[in-house]
């Protein structure tokens, strides 16, 4: 059981280049969300998405895109990078809203953008 | 705006030693969650409390949610080097359709032999 997959690990952009972070889970979990997180400032929601075919805004979506296909899939779409989106993006998952039994997270993609 | 404010934000403390991590919010949550991440992952679910006052164990840590439901703390015993890493509180709201997760920004926790 993998549960949350994200790739890549790490990866450098240049300003105004754009790139996919992908995201799977094997949990059949309806529930998926992205993260970033910068030092300091704990984890910041950008997108989330409560089953196939629905995702809405979290709190920082601007520069990003997503989609949600399948219910196993969720990436991440940046378009233009720029230096502020130099962060840590974590994917999530959850049964249900994650209320009573959490989110379980990936290991993260580490991205800099030069 | 929910805020979940965490304290202290760094502690440095040795082996063996007694801690209390602190959660608070001047909103009401639905319940609270406590993860722990280590560097490079992703943060871990530890526990969730559900009812006003409720105290949970696992091993040396101690989970309490405020009787309010306004806050919680995490008391760790005789610390180990193993505790090291950043603990992050998370509250969700009653009802909405969204169930997303507020979380606070940590307590980044390091514990020296």
């Known amino acids: 059981n993998a549960g949350v997959t994200q790739t890549p690990k790490f990866r450098i952009l240049k300003i105004g280049q754009s790139m996919t972070l992908q995201c799977t889970q094997d949990m059949n979990h309806n529930y998926m969300y992205w993260y970033r997180q910068d030092p300091g400032m704990g984890l910041k929601l950008i997108y989330y998405s409560v089953g196939a075919g629905i995702t809405d805004k979290g709190e920082v979506p601007n520069g990003y895109n997503v989609s949600r296909s399948t219910t196993e899939d969720f990436p991440l779409r940046l378009e233009l990078a720029a230096p502020s989106q130099t962060s840590v993006y974590f994917c999530?998952?959850?049964?249900?809203?994650?209320?009573?039994?959490?989110?379980?997270f990936g290991s993260g993609t580490r991205l800099t953008v030069v | 705006t929910q805020l979940l404010e965490q304290s202290p934000q760094f502690l440095s403390i040795q082996e063996g030693e007694n801690l209390t991590v602190y959660c608070n919010s001047s909103?009401?949550?639905?319940?609270l969650q406590w993860y722990r991440q280590e560097p490079g992952e992703g943060p871990v679910l530890l526990v969730t409390v559900v009812t006003g006052g409720e105290v949970k164990k696992l091993k040396r840590l101690t989970f309490q949610f405020g009787d309010a439901r306004k806050d919680s703390s995490l008391h760790i015993t005789a610390a180990q080097p193993g505790d090291t890493g950043l603990y992050l509180c998370a509250g969700a709201n009653y009802g909405g359709s969204q169930g997303n997760l507020i979380f606070g920004k940590g307590t980044k926790l390091s514990v020296k032999p």
């Open positions: 999530a998952s959850s049964y249900s809203t994650g209320r009573q039994h959490g989110y379980t």
């Open positions: 909103s009401v949550f639905s319940s």
